[in-house]
């Protein structure tokens, strides 16, 4: 009885392993005949600037890539001028308003230096 038992036991676990073999090799096989998707807009923008990246090495690549990669694809000029539109950020406003305000001491300075920032 124990080797009936133990001999179903094990036909049972050959008869899994095959079919599970079987069924990752038809896996495979249908992943491999699948086509390629078509590749994103970012991979494409990356494969652009890699081209446009030969014969740059270390930080003036990685410089160069960061540059590349976040510049906008030249077919979106409605979101371009969504960004001229879109309110500067806390660091633009203290760089323009500090260049204004050249000249200026001390409370003067201060006040119209807290004017300025409030636009």
Request: hydrophobic content about 45%.
């Amino acid at each position: 009885m124990k080797q009936l038992l133990s001999m179903s036991v094990l036909g049972l676990a050959l008869a899994m392993g095959a079919a599970h073999a079987a069924d990752s090799a038809s896996a495979a096989a249908g992943a491999a005949s699948k086509p390629a998707a078509a590749p994103t807009a970012q991979q494409e923008k990356m494969k652009a600037c890699n081209a446009q990246a030969k014969g740059k090495k270390g930080d003036e690549r990685k410089a160069f890539m960061k540059e590349c990669l976040s510049n906008k694809p030249a077919g979106a000029p409605a979101a371009a001028a969504s960004q001229a539109a879109a309110p500067q950020t806390q660091q633009e406003k203290m760089k323009v308003c500090s260049a204004e305000a050249k000249g200026k001491k001390g409370d003067e300075r201060k006040a119209f230096m807290a004017e300025c920032l409030k636009k």
